[in-house]
């Protein structure tokens, strides 16, 4: 159970009618494949979400939406992909089930390895088979926002898996970016899980905020792995962070402006008067 197993869930978009108006050989030709490759339309979803032409949108993915709720079951389950800090490159079953390969006398096995690699492969220093890694992590986010933006809150999955609370997709996404956020945010005792057990980013004020863009996090600690800085990718947490703000700013109730409020204690009083 690795990150390539999820890869699919990425392949997910929603085409308006408007869209297929301005494409008629790419809808001559998608409507041929619904009609004649029945075989292989009923392992992907083509849903319709109206059935008024003129309003109509469908969500071209390779999941249909069972398969997308028994993916995400073991993506959303912090004994498997889902970290304090993101999406593991590899699920942590593995971590007590390596997966093995008997190839005659040679034995490959994959394990759980969430911080520097454990072989020579790539250089050594990257690792794909444990820690958390930006590109995908952000990949797999812009895919859930765009499955919620069809489905809505008709579609809801347990976050984390066994916590009873039920989320709708965009709030799963919030949920990884929040907890990818979090690499890099101080704890109640000013330590970055980005910087791990070094003291001097917690206590010299001279290190204390630099904030370092490793290319890659530790599946369980968070901390820091590969090089630095690795910007290109790993600065996509500043996306994160803004949808987060965005979402709180519009969660939090509007406060009344002074005049709005004089405003209507005056309507009040004369409520009250002619009563």
């Known amino acids: 159970r690795s990150m390539v197993g999820l890869v699919p869930l990425i392949a997910c978009e929603i085409v308006e009618t408007e869209t297929l108006k301005r494409l008629p050989d790419f809808a001559q030709r998608m409507e041929w494949f619904i009609r004649n490759r029945s075989d292989l339309v009923r392992h992907i979803s083509m849903c319709e979400v109206s059935p008024d032409d003129a309003h109509r949108h469908r969500l071209l993915a390779l999941p249909r939406r069972e398969r997308l709720e028994r993916v995400l079951r073991y993506v959303l389950d912090e004994s498997e992909f889902l970290s304090a800090y993101g999406i593991r490159s590899v699920s942590k079953v593995h971590q007590d089930r390596p997966y093995v390969l008997q190839a005659g006398e040679q034995e490959y096995r994959v394990d759980y390895v969430p911080g520097e690699s454990n072989t020579g492969l790539f250089g050594g220093n990257s690792n794909w088979r444990g820690p958390i890694w930006f590109p995908l992590n952000y990949l797999l986010i812009e ?61 010299d004020p001279h290190w204390r905020d630099l904030v370092l863009f490793n290319e890659y996090f530790h599946g369980d600690s968070g901390r820091g792995v590969g090089a630095s800085h690795q910007t290109g990718w790993t600065a996509l947490v500043t996306r994160s962070i803004e949808d987060l703000a965005h979402a709180r700013a519009a969660a939090a109730p509007a406060a009344p402006s002074p005049k709005t409020t004089r405003g209507a204690s005056r309507g009040s009083r004369r409520r009250v008067a002619r009563s």
Request: proline residues 7%.
């Open 143 to 203: 895919a859930l926002e765009r499955y919620h933006h069809f489905y809505g809150d008709s579609l809801r999955v347990e976050c984390p898996v066994g916590s009873g609370r039920m989320l709708n997709l965009s709030e799963v996404a919030r949920e990884l970016q929040g907890r990818l956020a979090r690499i890099f945010l101080p704890d109640a005792n000013g330590r970055r899980p980005c910087h791990g057990d070094d003291p001097r980013y917690a206590t």
